[in-house]
């Protein structure tokens, strides 16, 4: 019989072509997620039958980029291209006088390389509230995000789950950081990084926006002071 599973790892039972031994052979694959460019090491293994075993590809195709052992059961390579692969697996084993199979149906999911896709972080003020949600494309969710380099401002900081940076700036500046993320491919995981730069004014604004220092003639009800700062009016 022949069944297809989801999940980190998947298992298919099939009938043993033996008259001598009547039995079942098991099959798992584990991982079932690869990514383009990383390296992927997938492991064939089966239970029931007699050792050793023989593998093959009996229907569909391996991404390309990886191959099958036959003697070991081992897949592995680097992915060329990210999408679904649907295969069939055939085990043999060295049952006497014939040799049981069974055969199962896998699906491979190869993830695109990961990326960092945030472009570019908005510039702010000091002592005005900072937050800007950085994001990833590709490569195995859940991500981690970390500062591999560089510093942020004073006063804000990364959160490594949710990619977020956030604070309220205590000083103005140019600052640069590197920032990295990880996914979850397994065994190894996949990198990938990205240099921001943030610029922070020194000019301090009040809470509507306004210029918190500006002289106000004849008093604290005078007019709304404005300038321009880069391509914005505070």
Request: glycine share 14%.
């Amino acid at each position: 019989s022949l069944a297809t599973c989801g999940g980190a790892e998947s298992t298919v039972a099939g009938n043993m072509a033996s008259s001598s031994s009547p039995g079942s052979l098991s099959l798992t694959l584990s991982p079932l997620e690869g990514e383009v460019q990383m390296a992927y090491l997938g492991t064939l293994k089966a239970s029931g039958g007699t050792p050793p075993y023989n593998w093959k590809v009996a229907a569909g195709v391996l991404p390309a980029g990886l191959r099958l052992d036959s003697p070991s059961g081992l897949i592995e390579g680097s992915p060329v291209d990210a999408g679904e692969y649907g295969f069939t697996i055939q085990v043999q084993d060295s049952s006497q006088p014939s040799s049981g199979t069974a055969t199962g149906d896998f699906k491979l999911t190869v993830a695109p390389k990961l990326q960092v896709a945030t472009t570019n972080l908005y510039h702010s003020f000091v002592s005005q509230p900072y937050a800007a949600t950085l994001t990833a494309w590709g490569g195995i969710p859940p991500y981690t995000w970390s500062v591999a380099s560089g510093t942020l401002p004073q006063g804000m900081s990364l959160d490594a789950r949710t990619g977020k940076i956030s604070g309220t700036p205590g000083k103005g500046g140019e600052f640069s950081a590197t920032i990295q993320v990880t996914d979850s491919l397994k065994p190894s995981p996949a990198v990938a990084s990205k240099t921001f730069g943030l610029s922070i004014s020194d000019i301090r604004l009040d809470p509507y926006g306004g210029l918190a220092d500006a002289p106000v003639p004849g008093g604290a009800t005078g007019y709304f002071h404005t300038t321009k700062v880069g391509n914005r009016w505070v």
